[in-house]
């Protein structure tokens, strides 16, 4: 069974710094992408920032030079640094991973349970 665990959301004042991270356990094969994505009350569920088993990054428009997306593949963990908060920037934040276990032979979606990330002004 395969799960992704987020830790490091919290309260931070505007202009502050938060780093989430999101690691994956269980029976892992093999790791594609992962991401981060934000639901803010109200609103769909948006695209933050995603890298590839290689590296390769992607950011949303609004948080380009702000946040930070990285991972360890050694220790199958996801990492988002975010600078220069913004009280938009307030969310669930979850962890996405497009993996595979070794129960299976194909890859899949899985999410993490969401951590809370609040910027006040």
């Known amino acids: 069974q395969v799960q992704l665990v987020e830790s490091g959301g919290g309260l931070v004042e505007a202009g502050g710094s938060l780093r989430l991270s999101c690691a994956a356990s269980?029976?892992?094969?093999?790791?594609?992408?992962m991401s981060w994505y934000r639901q803010a009350p109200g609103k769909q569920r948006e695209l933050v920032a995603s890298i590839s088993s290689g590296g390769s990054t992607y950011y949303e428009d609004s948080v380009k030079g702000r946040f930070t997306i990285s991972r360890d593949n050694s220790k199958n963990t996801v990492y988002l640094q975010m600078n220069s908060l913004k009280p938009e920037d307030t969310a669930v934040y979850y962890c996405h991973g497009n993996l595979r276990s070794t129960a299976s032979f194909g890859f899949y979606n899985y999410w993490g349970q969401g951590t809370q990330v609040t910027v006040s002004s």
């Open positions: 269980g029976n892992i094969f093999s790791i594609n992408a």
